[in-house]
């Protein structure tokens, strides 16, 4: 996956991550990672999980789409078990605390230059 935005003085990772969630389609994931990638660097997914921990506006941005690269569902600001909640009323199956990437996961991202 190449690099979607190139930051610069105006753009902060937060906004360009924020936008990238709003891309993820209902009924799909995607992975920290993946996001990583878009901002740049596969090495920033532990910074997307901490920049998504801040997201103040759950109902609008749907950070509980985003899990981790194994599958696992990973953390969530409102606990795991609402995550758990949300991703199933999306209509996203989840088996011995694991997605199928293969199945739900998303990556199609816009080229979007800011």
């Known amino acids: 996956m190449p690099l979607f935005y190139s930051m610069n003085s105006h753009t902060t990772y ?3 991550l924020y936008t990238l969630l709003l891309e993820i389609p209902k009924g799909r994931v995607t992975t920290y990672k ?4 878009c901002l740049g660097s596969p090495h920033l997914a532990r910074y997307v999980g901490t920049l998504l921990g ?4 759950l109902s609008r941005y749907p950070c509980y789409r985003v899990i981790c ?16 909640i949300r991703l199933s009323n999306d ?3 989840i088996h011995n605390s ?3 990437l293969s199945r739900y996961g998303f990556s199609s991202f816009s080229s979007i230059s800011l």
């Open 91 to 93: 209509g996203i199956t």
């Open 69 to 84: 690269s194994n599958g696992s569902i990973g953390g969530y600001r409102l606990g795991v078990e609402e995550k758990r």
């Open 34 to 37: 993946s996001l990583a990638i």
């Open 54 to 57: 801040q997201n103040e506006d």
């Open 98 to 100: 694991t997605i199928d």
């Open 14 to 16: 937060k906004q360009v």
